[in-house]
């Protein structure tokens, strides 16, 4: 390319129109920054200032460790309270496992508590009538095992029916009447070993009726 045509295509270019228009390309950039436009400064920090959006300031505080742990936490299953029934503690036990569950609003229906009174005095009713003492006739023995399921199935479709036969050891005393006297249940105490099937049964059923009286007296509702 001969050098003398370069230097008339350069002579012939308006560059006063360049420069206007590279200013006011600076102008329109200077702008951007400076929040009249996309702000770019603050775009590089997470966010917009003015009437765009902003970055949440707790985000930051989450990656440093700041969120709740505690919710993500899987809450305790709750075990039964170790209790044996015996005719001097079952009144006051009693009341203590109703007044506690109404401090923590986690009090059953009467129609409940009442239910379950029911079927264990079904039992009672046989038991009642059977003249020898110690232990209990087979088919007796095989009601109780049916009653144990039955609450087991009860405490499994009501979270407050749990909780109430786990705090009353309710359970335990149940199934407790049948393997008193089994070697291997060392669980259970010397004590109660001696007594007999039939008065082992007999005391649950006082213990029972203790719970739907003082259910009663402490504000025990249907709803």
């Known amino acids: 390319m001969d050098l003398s045509s370069i230097r008339e295509e350069i002579m012939d270019i308006d560059w006063k129109a360049i420069d206007a228009k590279k200013k006011s390309s600076e102008s329109f950039k200077q702008k951007e920054y400076s929040g009249g436009g996309n702000n770019m400064e603050n775009k590089s920090t ?3 200032s003015g009437g765009g959006y ?6 930051a505080g989450n990656r440093g460790g700041n969120f709740n742990k505690s919710a993500s936490v899987p809450k305790a299953e709750e075990k039964e309270a170790v209790f044996w029934i015996t005719e001097e503690n079952y009144l006051d036990h009693a009341e203590k496992v109703i007044k506690d569950l109404k401090a923590e609003n986690a009090m059953i229906t009467t129609s409940q508590i009442r239910n379950i009174l029911a079927n264990i005095s079904d039992i009672f009713n046989v038991v009642q009538r059977t003249k020898q003492s110690g232990d209990l006739p087979s088919e007796v023995r095989s009601k109780i095992r ?9 405490a499994g479709r009501e979270e407050k029916v749990k909780k109430f036969f786990l705090r009353s050891s309710l359970f335990m005393n149940l199934k407790g009447i049948l393997e008193a006297s089994s070697e291997a249940n060392k669980e259970i105490p010397e004590t109660l070993r001696k007594v007999g099937e039939k008065e082992r049964f007999l ?10 009286a003082f259910h009663r007296f402490y504000g025990g ?3």
């Open 221 to 223: 509702k249907d709803s």
């Open 146 to 154: 049916e009653l144990t399921m039955h609450c087991y199935y009860a």
């Open 203 to 212: 005391l649950l059923h006082k213990y029972m009726e203790s719970l739907v």
């Open 54 to 59: 902003t970055k949440s300031s707790n985000c």
């Open 46 to 48: 997470g966010g917009y």
